[in-house]
């Protein structure tokens, strides 16, 4: 694999991973569907992200496949139609916390590099 098909493979994997771990934050507050879920992303991000379908539904899929969240069709209460509705699972809720670890940790060296300290600088 050339460094550029590499390094686009590692953007495309923390991209992933960060839209997992927004999901699986986002199923903290209860159970949603998948519009609702990318709705209040968009939302809280000011809507500095815009949640696709391209990338939404693959993802909560691949959160499903895992055991992260449960998912079953239900009729909307304000609505006379059925939406799939995603839910953390207990493993999702664990793996939450490995997640927003991680991503603290990479975020902090990443703002020790670009924002140095008079004691790192």
């Not at 000011?46 to 990338?55: A, K, R, T």
Request: no cysteine; net charge positive.
């Amino acid at each position: 694999m050339s460094s550029m098909t590499k390094r686009a493979q590692q953007k495309a994997n923390l991209l992933q991973g960060t839209l997992d771990m927004l999901i699986l934050r986002t199923l903290l507050y209860g159970p949603a569907h998948g519009h609702q879920i990318g709705k209040h992303i968009q939302r809280t991000t000011n809507e500095f992200l815009q949640m696709q379908h391209g990338s939404l539904y693959p993802a909560l899929h691949r959160l499903e496949r895992r055991g992260w969240v449960s998912a079953r069709w239900e009729t909307a209460p304000d609505r006379n139609r059925e939406f799939k509705y995603y839910r953390l699972t207990e493993k999702g809720r664990k793996q939450l916390v490995v997640e927003e670890s991680e991503w603290k940790r990479m975020a902090d060296a990443v703002a020790r590099v670009m924002w140095p300290t008079a004691e790192e600088s």
